[in-house]
T-cell receptor, first 109, second 114 residues
């Protein structure tokens, strides 16, 4: 099995930058995903990393270090609508995907 | 537009009853998944399927079953509902078997077992 750890809650200010960290342990790594989930809604896909390095997509970027079992999601120019939970998920070699408990981000004016 | 739907959106049932939650996708995706989401636990995989007639157990499969008779549908059955199965259930689908394919989630079903 694997553990996926991410902070439970974070707070940031509108217009700022926030970094959400995720650490994981796995017996066979086969990709890391970040999802956004607004309260009462379904998760939606944000990013995917399988190789080390940074993937940038607009205001959102995701970083992966496989040797450290570490990823982060970087959100720039925060907007009020970015208030949501952010889920880190790791896919293993058998294609099973496991999710962290999620980080609830609150963006304040 | 292609989509993934779940029904019902809300369900209240009694302990011991059999309950079936429906999931239907129109993307023609081979892979379909069922998760439950509980506070503090995140999403946990119940069952999944990589194609018609294929089903596999996930992390928390006890008390649940699925069947895949066509590409579009993966119904989830709770054989004898228990209060511990009160949760929000999400169905998801993804294209193909490649690891880069993200999962698309349905809107969720909130199940309460009294």
């Amino acid at each position: 099995g694997q553990n996926i750890d991410q902070p439970t809650e974070m707070t940031a200010t509108e217009g700022a930058i926030v970094q959400i960290n995720c650490t994981y342990q796995t017996s066979g790594f086969n990709g890391l995903f970040w999802y956004q989930q607004h309260a009462g809604e379904a998760p939606t896909f944000l990013s995917y990393n399988v190789l080390d390095g940074l993937e940038e997509k607009g205001r959102f970027s995701s970083f992966l270090s496989r040797s450290k079992g570490y990823s982060y999601l970087l959100l720039k120019e925060l907007q009020m609508k970015d208030s949501a939970s952010y889920l880190c998920a790791v896919r293993e070699n058998n294609n099973d995907m496991r999710f962290g408990a999620g980080t609830r981000l609150t963006v304040k004016p | 537009d292609a989509e993934i739907t779940q029904s019902p959106r809300h369900k209240i049932t009694e302990t011991g009853r059999q309950v079936t939650l429906a999931c239907h996708q129109t993307w023609n995706h081979n892979n379909m998944f069922w998760y439950r989401q509980d506070l503090g636990h995140g999403l946990r995989l119940i069952h999944y399927s990589y194609g018609v007639q294929d089903t596999n157990k996930g992390e928390v499969s006890d008390g649940y079953s699925v069947s895949r008779s066509n590409t579009e549908d993966l119904p989830l059955t709770l054989e004898s509902a228990a209060s511990s199965q009160t949760s929000v259930y999400f169905c998801a689908s993804s294209e193909g078997s490649g690891t880069a394919y993200e999962q698309y989630f349905g809107p969720g079903t909130r199940l309460t077992v009294t």
